[in-house]
């Protein structure tokens, strides 16, 4: 099992799925988040997208809306990706969202419409900084390749800059779910900035990130191994394989293997972060929304699998079928974060018969029994689940739930 925080922190083990949304000035070339490191754009040029962005069509209720379509139990937006731009009103630089044709305070908007919800609101911040003259730009990876000639690198000065914008963050936007730190680059390491940041919202959560260890690990798009994590973890993944901000050819991710993706890492444990990037004028293209409502479909008929639940792939040893155990009371439900290839799960070494087996998906019982079976005619019965329907849902996982007396 998990090790508790055993205070307000253990919410994380409740709020099992996020959305989080990378947005910001890069979302009017459309080509990726970090085009001033990937692309061909020069600081110069970027940095004049400061007089183009307003996104007129900007809607917090709508995203609001949408990530509770989806089944979402809180948003994590970045206040301040790579490039440097803010997306609220800071007195530490004028290169934000004030000084825009827009000139609103975005935040302040998702706060409010957050807040009436009692939906939790994640703050993402970057560690290196494009913009900053005090930011030690030296090459490195996600990195500008080296200072401009009006820039003082001087770290310390640079977080005392990042010091006074956390401060912003966390006493002017009530109550804040998760610091969300990110590419500690130049890896200043001090506890203390952590300890502020909590000083300032004592039940703040803060991911691995940023000047020490944090709460909780943050795994990116890899799937891990294993079957159960050993610490607080919350994985991300985006709705497209090339980039987080807005991309306007972008390569998507099928909805099938999204959906695989957040179960294994529910089923293990873990929480789930899925990130869109809205288009420049605010507003999420409608691609990307129905496949957030359509993974929203299933995750709201398999949720009792995960809300609850603890890991208990254990109770199985590995098998040739490729499955996942969760457990709640007397209930052990099992997920096929991967593809059936037969219609039946035999669950070796259990031996022990259900009462019933329900698929989750549309509420039907399953056939089980404890039989013994050719492929283990050497060893002793166990428990199967039968005639699962894996023809009649190919662009879902199946989760079956299996009640025991």
Request: with cysteine; glycine share 6%; hydrophobic share 35%.
């Amino acid at each position: 099992m998990i090790r508790r925080f055993n205070d307000e922190r253990d919410r994380f083990f409740d709020l099992r799925y996020g959305l989080f949304v990378h947005w910001g000035l890069y979302a009017i070339p459309g080509w990726h988040e970090q085009i001033l490191w990937r692309g061909d754009t020069s600081r110069e040029q970027y940095e004049q997208l400061i007089h183009e962005f307003n996104p007129v069509n900007f809607d917090p209720e709508a995203w609001l809306d949408l990530a509770q379509e989806a089944g979402m139990q809180y948003l994590c937006i970045t206040t301040k990706h790579h490039d440097g731009f803010c997306l609220w009103d800071t007195k530490q630089t004028d290169y934000n969202i004030m000084h825009t044709p827009y000139g609103r305070d975005v935040l302040a908007q998702l706060a409010e419409a957050c807040r009436k919800r009692n939906f939790p609101l994640s703050l993402y911040y970057s560690c290196p900084d494009w913009h900053h003259p005090n930011y030690p730009n030296q090459g490195r990876h996600h990195e500008m390749f080296g200072p401009r000639a009006t820039d003082t690198p001087d770290l310390d000065l640079y977080y005392a800059f990042v010091k006074e914008q956390i401060r912003e963050l966390l006493t002017g936007y009530g109550p804040i779910y998760q610091l969300f730190w990110d590419v500690n680059v130049a890896e200043y390491y001090n506890p203390e900035l952590n300890a502020y940041a909590r000083s300032l919202q004592p039940g703040l959560l803060i991911n691995n990130r940023g000047p020490d260890d944090g709460d909780y690990s943050t795994p990116e798009r890899e799937l891990p191994e294993g079957l159960a994590f050993d610490r607080p973890t919350e994985a991300c993944q985006s709705l497209g394989r090339e980039s987080w901000g807005y991309r306007s050819d972008e390569d998507y991710y099928s909805r099938k293997f999204l959906m695989q993706s957040v179960d294994q890492i529910l089923a293990m444990g873990g929480n789930y972060l899925l990130n869109v990037g809205p288009r420049a004028d605010g507003s999420i293209a409608e691609e990307n929304a129905a496949t957030l409502r359509a993974i929203g479909s299933w995750y709201g008929k398999v949720r009792e699998a995960f809300d609850g639940t603890y890991p208990a792939s254990y109770l199985k040893s590995d098998s040739y079928d490729q499955v996942l155990l969760t457990r709640k009371y007397n209930h052990v439900y099992v997920h096929a974060y991967q593809d059936l290839q037969t219609s039946s799960i035999t669950l070796k070494p259990l031996d022990r018969l259900p009462a019933r087996a329900v698929l989750l998906n549309d509420g039907r019982e399953l056939p089980v029994r404890i039989a013994k079976l050719p492929w283990y005619w050497k060893e002793k019965p166990y428990l199967q689940v039968q005639n699962i329907p894996i023809d009649e849902y190919p662009g879902e996982v199946l989760v079956v739930r299996l009640d025991f007396e």
